[in-house]
């Protein structure tokens, strides 16, 4: 079973910082792909980044490029998303799931076989 856990959610005011961390609980996590995703309020989940499980290749979504930025530790079995500049728009829960790897197609949703919990985001003007 793979099991994933996010935290480091909160409220901050716009222009701050957060590191959301997804701990990954299983044997082989260097054979997942791990993408963070996001969901408003009245509003469709959509994918924010995603870190491959091979080369390392990352995508991001273009409302948070040069913003927020990916990275796994293999040695932790954890995938971190800084967050910098944060704007209200941000504000969501933050989930992360574990799947195979997709390239151009990460941020589907429903490619991904495990999800976390998530963590709320709330980003204040």
């Known amino acids: 079973e793979v099991r994933l856990v996010e935290s480091g959610g909160g409220l901050v005011q716009a222009g701050g910082s957060l590191r959301l961390s997804c701990a990954v609980s299983v044997f082989t996590f260097e054979d997942y792909a791990i993408g963070w995703f996001r969901e408003a309020p009245g509003k469709e989940r959509e994918g924010v980044s995603c870190?491959?499980?091979?080369?390392?290749?990352?995508y991001y979504a273009d409302s948070v490029k040069g913003r927020f930025t990916i990275s796994r530790d293999n040695a932790k079995n954890t995938v971190y998303l800084q967050m910098n500049n944060l704007k209200p728009e941000d504000t969501a829960v933050y989930y992360c799931a574990a799947g195979g790897w997709y390239a151009s197609s990460w941020g589907i949703w429903d490619l991904y076989d495990y999800w976390g919990q998530g963590t709320q985001v709330t980003v204040s003007s």
């Open positions: 870190v491959s499980n091979s080369d390392d290749s990352v």
